[in-house]
Nanobody, 122 residues
């Protein structure tokens, strides 16, 4: 098993930037495809971005393309979500996820972190 742990959330003004980090306990995160989901109050969880185990393939939801970048440093056992040009509609709890399959980590991943709050003010 792997247990993702997110950090880096906070309050930022619209147009600003924020970088989320995801580490893990148990099995190393480098052994898994990983991704990010988010959930705003009253909404269902929404896929945001995913990255393959090696880091050579990424996938984004259309609403964040060109603004968000997912990356990983397997030597540090860490996955990042760089968020630029943030908008109020990006406000949500962001969850780091992991799965053995890249295709599945984008839809229904096996492992979830506890979430970190991102708030974008106007």
């Amino acid at each position: 098993q792997v247990q993702p742990v997110e950090s880096g959330g906070g309050l930022v003004q619209a147009g600003g930037s924020l970088r989320l980090s995801c580490a893990a306990s148990g099995h190393t995160l480098s052994g898994y495809a990983t991704g990010w989901f988010r959930q705003a109050p009253g909404n269902e969880r929404e896929f945001v971005a995913a990255i393959s185990r090696s880091g050579d393939t990424t996938y984004y939801v259309d609403s964040v393309k060109g603004r968000f970048t997912i990356s990983r440093d397997n030597a540090k056992n860490t996955v990042y979500l760089q968020m630029n040009s943030l908008k109020p509609e990006d406000t949500a709890v962001y969850y780091c996820t992991a799965d053995s399959l890249f295709s599945r980590v984008r839809k229904f991943p096996d492992y979830w972190g506890q979430g970190t709050q991102v708030t974008v003010s106007s």
